[in-house]
């Protein structure tokens, strides 16, 4: 069993949400005047990341990619990964994946955005992608978007069911490993490993971090 | 003869397939090629040359310039020294041979000059008499690519050429002839073309006899002629377009594939050579040889890419059709394996080499990678905002042909016909205020004039690219077909486990998204989109000192075939009889 360090992309790594990517690539279907009309579905899924479903929010945002064929989500997404991922890595982040690195951390990345934007931010970090653990649009015999993600859904709340099966799939020691959040969606994760750290975290995660003894690094 | 040869023959004689090595069927044999000049043609040579060095004698077929006189041999030899020592195509062959290349070229390679459209290749006779007592098969690339050329010329080389070198042919101790042709001699049908060759019959299924069909193919050419006063590039284009309708009459896509389909019925009606036609599908940008990305000239996907990286977002297509796009250095190979098979007399009559049988590609997908390759493309530091901003945000959409919106191109030739017709009567001065008159007159009459023939300019571009719509329009639209790759998936199988690598015809592991973005727009990017737009591209930089060939046309040197035996110093008055 491994001690692996889990960072969660949004928050503690950029300071970009999923739903951005979401938005980027919906923003650039092939027919300029679907773009506006799916952008809508974007716009809807928002009231719900607010009020804390961040899970459905992701399924609503990610909607909007039905009928995009696989390669512009590839392309699309790596450019999306390059422009504005890659350059809105925190330095924080990077100190603290040179400090597991040096203490043989596995380092795994955990994001509620695509794979397919993920790729220039894990070469970046010098992370292979099967330890990125993100969610993948579902795609036809035709090779396009449906509309849905593939179950599992990599979500706001993850927590018990979701990290035994993480931990058991990955060979990963629950216990010995650490895990970095930034936001109070992140709390249940946290709480679900050895050691929790909060990074540069959102009020909510601040209190649960006071309350649980969970350092907090700071900017 | 190699064990190897032996067993195939074997094998070829109890009907059983025998293992196949390239290397052994070309050991110490003579080829006679055509069309070296050629963006295939160039690729073939330089593999041949290259990864093949057990080939006895390579002689090629070139046609000395238009304005040489005299020692037309010399002419021709010193065109393809230039092709030797400046194209990309060969790259790897001088980079395996360095400063060697002279002494290698001269010890394998033999320049004949020549011309496909003179009876007998214009080669000079006691030129063609050693060749036939040396030659052991003509591999024939020479062809007019051109979709809708004048049909005299197409007719000369495609149709004529194609029987002056099975002329050629029928000279040789054994007769064996490779005919280079193309998948799209299917014509307008769809689904499964197979590996054969229909004779006597349009695509369609009407009767056509070859001799008719091209007397009626000149004879519609000079009667658009006749009617007309034209001359030059117009008249020319009258003759072309007299041709194509007839193609189309016959239910061909072009001149070109009818031109073509007319030269496999009469190579299949010769009982006097064995013939193998190899037809490759869209021979486009090479995978990795002679170097990833390489291509030549204006081929098929050029224009569309073309068209799909300047501002034109609407393209008349039927997206779930297959393109069938193949690099061009897997059809080098896969003609490879065929002429390995016809030296040993166990060629298949026809092989394909396509990508729609095992790996299709569709017209949808590669008008939406082309889009994604140009955006990519304008993302370089040197794009100018505004390019940048148009291809990030503005992606072209497949359309069906009938497609009436304002953007559709007859639409927008309207449009700027009316602009030009009321920019021409509207006068701009007059709606000036009576105080400006005096100062801004001339200023806005000159700028209504530039805006005018900036007008006229738009709509010249707008009928070109329609007319280059309608030329496509077959293969991105009308038409999807299969092309059954069955035969030389077959031929490829039985090629020796050490050689498949190097020569084995296998597409099915073409990530197409790679190749696309990768490989394809790049190599169009550098190779072909600056002669669309009236730019040249450059050829590699000549080695000092500059590459020079033997002229001594009779003197074969010792590697060459075992059974040459040719008289050794007299120099021929070779190309005497060849068309300049």
């Known amino acids: ?219 | 003869m190699s064990d190897a040869n032996a067993l195939a023959r074997a094998n070829a004689v109890n009907g059983t397939p025998a293992p196949l090595s390239v290397h052994s069927a070309f050991a110490g044999k003579h080829v006679l090629v055509t069309g070296v000049t050629g963006f295939l043609g160039k690729v073939w040579l330089g593999m041949l040359l290259d990864l093949v060095p057990s080939v006895g004698r390579v002689s090629v077929l070139v046609r000395p310039p238009r304005r040489a006189k005299g020692d037309l041999t010399a002419a021709a030899t010193a065109r393809f020294e230039k092709i030797a020592a400046t194209a990309p195509a060969l790259r790897p062959l001088r980079a395996t041979h360095g400063a060697g290349l002279g002494a290698y070229l001269d010890a394998k390679l033999h320049v004949v000059a020549g011309d496909v459209g003179q009876p007998l290749c214009g080669i000079a006779p006691d030129e063609l008499e050693r060749l036939a007592t040396t030659v052991d098969i003509v591999v024939h690339f020479a062809g007019l690519t051109d979709f809708e050329p004048d049909p005299k010329e197409a007719v000369d080389v495609n149709v004529r050429g194609a029987v002056h070198v099975a002329d050629v042919a029928a000279r040789l101790r054994v007769p064996r002839v490779v005919h280079v042709s193309t998948c799209f001699v299917a014509g307008r049908r769809d689904g499964d073309i197979h590996e054969e060759i229909v004779t006597g019959l349009t695509p369609d299924g009407r009767p056509m006899d070859v001799a008719q069909v091209v007397e009626t193919l000149l004879a519609r050419a000079d009667a658009a002629e006749a009617k007309t006063d034209r001359r030059g590039a117009a008249l020319r284009r009258i003759r072309a377009e007299a041709g194509g309708d007839y193609a189309r009459e016959l239910a061909f896509p072009n001149t070109y594939t009818l031109t073509k389909s007319l030269a496999e019925q009469a190579l299949a009606a010769r009982s006097d050579v064995q013939a193998c036609v190899v037809r490759p599908a869209i021979v486009e940008c090479a995978r990795t040889y002679p170097f990833a990305g390489w291509n030549e000239g204006i081929n098929t996907s050029g224009p569309l890419v073309w068209l799909l990286a300047g501002p034109f977002f609407e393209l008349p297509s039927r997206p779930e059709a297959r393109f069938d796009v193949v690099p061009v250095d897997d059809v080098a190979k896969g003609t490879m394996l065929a002429v390995a098979a016809a030296l040993e007399d166990a060629a298949p009559p026809v092989v394909q080499l396509g990508t729609s049988h095992t790996r299709p590609f569709t017209v949808g997908r590669a008008i939406e990678l082309t889009g994604l390759g140009v955006r990519k493309h304008h993302e370089r530091p040197d794009a100018t905002n505004l390019e940048r901003l148009l291809f990030r945000y503005l992606d072209a959409v497949p359309v069906p042909a009938d497609n009436d919106s304002f953007l559709a191109v007859p639409n927008l030739r309207k449009h700027a016909r009316r602009l030009r017709s009321w920019l021409g009567e509207v006068r701009f001065e007059d709606a000036l205020p009576e105080g400006a008159r005096s100062f801004a007159k001339k200023p806005v009459a000159r700028a209504q004039e530039r805006v005018q023939s900036a007008t006229s300019s738009v709509e010249t571009a707008l009928r070109r690219i329609d007319q280059m719509l309608a030329l496509y329009k077959p293969f991105i639209h009308d038409h999807d077909w299969v092309f059954r790759t069955d035969r030389m998936s077959a031929l490829s199988a039985r090629l020796v486990p050490a050689e498949r690598a190097q020569f084995g015809w296998d597409v099915r592991d073409l990530d197409w998204r790679s190749y696309w973005l990768d490989v394809q727009i790049p190599g169009l990017a550098t190779w072909c989109l600056p002669l669309m737009n009236g730019k040249t591209v450059p050829d590699d930089p000549p080695a000092h000192p500059p590459l020079r060939l033997a002229r001594a046309t009779s003197a074969l040197p010792p590697s060459a075939s075992a059974h040459n035996h040719l008289p050794q110093g007299a120099a021929p008055n070779a190309g005497s009889e060849a068309r300049a």
Not at chain 1, 45 to 64: D, F, K, Q, Y
Not at chain 1, 114 to 129: F, H, R, S
Request: aromatic letters at 6%; glycine letters at 12%.
């Open chain 1, 1 to 219: 069993m491994d001690t692996a360090a889990i960072y969660r992309v949004e928050g503690a790594v950029v300071g970009r949400p999923a739903i951005a990517a979401a938005a980027y690539l919906i923003g650039n279907t092939q027919d300029v005047r679907e773009r506006v009309l799916r952008l809508g579905g974007v716009a809807a899924s928002l009231p719900l990341a607010l009020g804390g479903e961040r899970t459905l929010a992701s399924r609503v945002a990610w909607m909007g990619l039905r009928g995009m064929s696989e390669d512009r989500l590839a392309v699309i997404g790596e450019e999306y990964g390059e422009r504005y991922l890659v350059p809105a890595i925190k330095d924080i982040a990077r100190q603290l994946l040179a400090d597991s690195r040096a203490r043989k951390h596995r380092i795994l990345l955990l994001s509620e955005s695509l794979d397919v934007v993920l790729g220039p931010l894990a070469k970046e970090l010098g992370v292979p992608m099967s330890d990125v653990i993100a969610n993948r649009a579902e795609l036809n015999a035709e090779g396009r978007a449906t509309g849905r993600l593939v179950d599992p859904v990599v979500g706001g709340h993850l927590g018990g069911g979701w990290v035994r099966n993480f931990a058991k799939e990955r060979g990963v020691d629950l216990e010995r490993s650490f895990v970095y959040g930034a936001s109070g969606g992140d709390g249940l994760l946290l709480s679900s490993f050895g050691h929790a750290c909060a990074v540069t975290p959102d009020r909510a995660l601040r209190r649960l971090a006071r309350d649980n003894g969970w350092p907090v690094v700071e900017a």
